[in-house]
């Protein structure tokens, strides 16, 4: 169920990618026509905007517990989107105008995204975010067990106390 979910997330975050790139880049295409800098006028949230796509990004490639078919899902769409700019354009300029989608049409011929979709589609060929970690006791669980066993057998049982040898005693 989780690699489902991963993948139907996957598809609804590569359009945000595109949009969130193709925002920014109409924002900093229209400041270098007016002869601004990056870090001049609007500039700082269109780059804010790109900060947030690499760190998106990141956390989709780079956690070991995720489910490869998350970003599995992001790199079908950068790709398929790429190669449809590629054949038909006009369909793709059909689509209805949202922020971010003229820069976006803009980008996409250009095969800007073919690298992110590459990082994207490599967790697919980790083996290991395959399968689900075994849940158990923590490191710290087993560490703080150990420590009341130890404490258990050192002392003397009371006398008149009657507690199962298994269960640990808690202190006040």
């Excluded at 003397?156 to 269960?167: K, L």
């Amino acid at each position: 169920m989780r690699h489902f979910v991963g993948f139907l997330s996957g598809l609804i975050l590569g359009p945000v990618l595109v949009l969130v790139c193709g925002w920014a880049f109409a924002h900093l295409r229209g400041l270098h026509a007016a002869g601004l800098g990056a870090l001049q006028g609007p500039g700082p949230v269109a780059v804010a905007g790109l900060v947030g796509v690499g760190v998106l990004v990141a956390l989709l490639a780079v956690p070991p517990r995720l489910t490869p078919m998350l970003p599995f899902g992001a790199a079908l769409v950068l790709g398929a989107l790429t190669a449809l700019s590629l054949v038909r354009m006009p369909l793709l300029e059909r689509l209805p105008q949202v922020p971010g989608a003229e820069g976006a049409l803009v980008l996409l011929p250009l095969g800007v995204f073919v690298p992110l979709a590459l990082v994207l589609l490599a967790p697919l060929f980790v083996g290991g975010r395959w399968r689900r970690e075994p849940e158990g006791p923590s490191e710290e669980e087993v560490y703080f067990d150990g420590l009341y066993e130890e404490d258990d057998e050192d002392r003397a049982p009371r006398a008149g106390a009657h507690s199962a040898p298994h269960a640990p005693r808690h202190r006040a």
